[in-house]
T-cell receptor
């Protein structure tokens, strides 16, 4: 089954304790991305990756790190989490679009609810 | 940076009726993609419909259709014959053609009344 998996699904942690949220896809997608969802703000892009070892900042990258050492995995790292990073996080992946072909549909993971105390 | 605006935080529709959700965006690009995503209470993000900016024809997917007005930078979603399962949060999204960045609106919560 084609899917994007995220772990953990729920996490409660304390300020300053480093954490990693994993993301894995089994569809051989080049493009992967992380978003955070906050009430009234919709989804905001944190980082994205066009392929292995190629990452770039989205709209809200401060306080986050990512890596893309393998095509299927795109972990999100919070080196020193703070309460303002309490949010719902989504990982997504897609192929690259080609003109006129609907190949760029993003597949989203189930989300990770993070609470930083 | 591009911005996407959904001015209706919440809307209600009677079952079997038609409802239109509004979305406007701001961009200086000529090529881009627009999307509507549905997020039910399960929080799963589900693609509803997709529109390429270079296409003048409005996209349709069964009961879902869009009204894409490129000059006005408007991208509304029409849901016909609304069903109880349509109740969800709906997000409008913009993807930059060249830079692969995505921008989402703040969402519209749709209630469907039986």
């Amino acid at each position: 089954e084609a899917q994007v998996t995220q772990n953990p699904r729920y996490l409660i942690t304390v300020t300053g304790k480093k954490l990693t949220v994993t993301c894995s896809q089994n569809m051989n997608h080049e493009y992967m991305s992380w978003y955070r969802q906050d009430p009234g703000l919709g989804l905001r892009q944190i980082y994205y990756s066009m392929n292995v070892e190629v990452t770039d900042k989205g709209d809200v990258p401060e306080g986050y790190k990512v890596s893309r050492k393998e095509k299927r995995n795109f972990p999100l790292i919070l080196e020193s989490p703070s309460p303002n990073q309490t949010s719902l996080y989504f990982c997504a992946s897609s192929l690259f679009p080609t003109a006129g072909v609907r190949t760029d549909t993003q597949y989203f993971g189930p989300g990770t609810r993070l609470t930083v105390l | 940076a591009q911005t996407v605006t959904q001015s209706q935080p919440e809307m209600s529709v009677q079952e079997a009726e038609t409802v239109t959700l509004s979305c406007t965006y701001d961009t200086s690009e000529s090529d881009y993609y627009l999307f509507w995503y549905k997020q039910p209470p399960s929080r799963q993000m589900i693609l509803v419909i997709r529109q390429e900016a270079y296409k003048q024809q409005n996209a349709t997917e069964n009961r879902f259709s869009v009204n894409f007005q490129k000059a006005a930078k408007s991208f509304s979603l029409k849901i016909s014959d609304s069903q109880l399962g349509d109740a969800a949060m709906y997000f409008c999204a913009y993807r930059s053609y060249n830079f692969n960045k995505f921008y989402f609106g703040s969402g519209t919560k749709l209630n469907v009344k039986p």
